[in-house]
């Protein structure tokens, strides 16, 4: 196999109105049982998610807090990707009015108060980042995001992001879905990242997650690759200019080296010879 792994947002992607159905519960099983995981790569507070999505354990590790948390269903160990919010910040946004809730790292709010965040965030002189995801605004010490959740999340399993399909709907999901190998969106995502996909579902939510896992246990993607050139390598052209790409981890080739540039096969008259050949 060449994708071991499904990485998948939560709300507005696995989720409608922050639940799973029931048929998409039933393509993740799918999913699993043809030897592939899953992995949940969400902006959502660990807590919150355990309480809208109890079948967590399906997961095999779950990147929370847009990056800032990586926990382990089944053993129920958490390990903070990301130091905790600081206490002057707090102070600071509850002095101006802003609601907001604490995670293990992220502190979230919602639009329109990015703007308070903001300033608060300049005024203290901190180094967080802010990020959104339809209308919430996220808040993280400066260089967490989702990407770095699922790499520290595939660094545990050993796997690489070469092994990954990604997919989401929102801000927050487009350096996610680009370490991805192969990053979709689904039907319902915003416009900028259905732009920068290498795939779009036909369906929306997590009949979009479905249609995918379709594809994925169905062949592997196999019959998509001739639209995921992203991570081609071009060889060269045919005389009409169009590219001749190798798939990774699909094609193969085979290099044969001279004598006169390795000296390991003997030069003879009629042309190069070798009893075993370069590869015996």
Request: with cysteine; proline share 5%.
């Amino acid at each position: 196999m060449r994708y071991l792994v499904l990485a998948s947002d939560y709300d507005g992607t696995l989720a409608t109105d922050g639940r799973v159905e029931a048929s998409t519960l039933g393509a993740i099983d799918r999913l699993l049982d043809s030897g592939r995981k899953l992995l949940l790569v969400t902006g959502r507070e660990l807590d919150d998610l355990k309480k809208v999505f109890p079948e967590l354990d399906r997961c095999q590790l779950v990147v929370a807090e847009n990056g800032g948390l990586l926990y382990n269903p089944k053993s129920q160990q958490e390990r903070s990707l990301a130091e905790p919010p600081n206490p002057l910040f707090l102070e600071e946004l509850t002095r101006r009015g802003v609601p907001f809730s604490v995670g293990r790292g992220v502190v979230a709010t919602w639009e329109p108060h990015q703007t308070e965040v903001l300033d608060a965030i300049q005024q203290l002189g901190l180094e967080l980042q802010v990020s959104f995801n339809k209308g919430a605004v996220m808040v993280l010490p400066s260089g967490i995001n989702k990407q770095t959740g699922l790499c520290a999340a595939l660094e545990e399993l050993g796997l690489s992001v070469h092994n990954v399909v990604g997919i989401g709907d929102a801000e927050n999901d487009h350096a996610f879905l680009s370490a991805c190998e192969c990053g979709v969106a689904v039907a319902n995502a915003l416009p900028s990242l259905k732009d920068r996909a290498d795939l779009v579902t036909i369906n929306d939510h997590g009949a979009g997650v479905s249609e995918l896992i379709q594809h994925i246990v169905e062949d592997d993607l196999a019959s998509l690759d001739a639209v995921l050139k992203r991570h081609h390598v071009i060889l060269g052209t045919k005389p009409n200019e169009e590219p001749i790409y190798i798939q990774l981890q699909r094609d193969s080739l085979l290099f044969a080296l001279l004598s006169r540039i390795c000296g390991l096969i003997p030069v003879q008259e009629d042309g190069p010879t070798c009893d075993k050949g370069l590869f015996p």
